[in-house]
């Protein structure tokens, strides 16, 4: 990774959620969609089993290559037992997602970031009161 530039992706911690904003639409070129994926890879290593929050507010177009990057991303993701969300998607986005039919593997929104970190923490709430009634049985 080249430290004489600017990062893609700017992260930070709100709660249990990590936020990563994709800082500019020059992701796209293809020279640096590689460290797109690269910075999000190493900061999802550093912090296993986290709630990631990418924001795309920025950013108003994504190659194929940039959907593959973002597909590596969320099997690291899995592997380390986090979650993956992408918010502030635009309509357009959006639609390649849908055509793809990547939108059955992300979740995806179009709202704003502070919209999506409340629907994102009310999820890890009503995962973990799951895991409670499962884990209490029958009869307990």
């Known amino acids: ?7 893609l992706v700017i992260f930070n911690q709100q709660d249990r959620i990590h936020i990563g904003t994709v800082c500019a639409s020059s992701v796209l070129k293809s020279i640096n969609i590689a460290e ?4 999000i890879l190493e ?3 550093a912090h296993p089993a986290l709630n990631l929050l990418l924001n795309f507010e920025s950013v108003d177009y ?3 290559a940039v959907l593959t990057e973002l597909l590596r991303i969320n099997q690291v993701v899995d592997q380390t037992r986090g979650r ?3 918010c502030a998607i635009s309509p357009t986005i959006k639609e390649i997602f849908e055509i793809t039919r ?3 593997v992300f979740s995806i929104h179009g709202e704003s ?5 409340r629907r994102f923490e009310r999820a890890i709430e ?10 209490a049985g029958p009869g307990r």
């Open 1 to 7: 990774m080249n430290n004489d530039r600017e990062p």
């Open 36 to 39: 797109f994926g690269n910075e």
């Open 43 to 45: 900061y999802v290593k």
């Open 62 to 64: 994504l190659s194929s």
């Open 84 to 86: 993956l969300r992408l």
């Open 102 to 104: 990547l939108d059955s």
């Open 113 to 117: 970031l502070a919209l999506d970190i």
């Open 126 to 135: 009503i995962e973990a009161e799951e895991a409670q009634w499962k884990n």
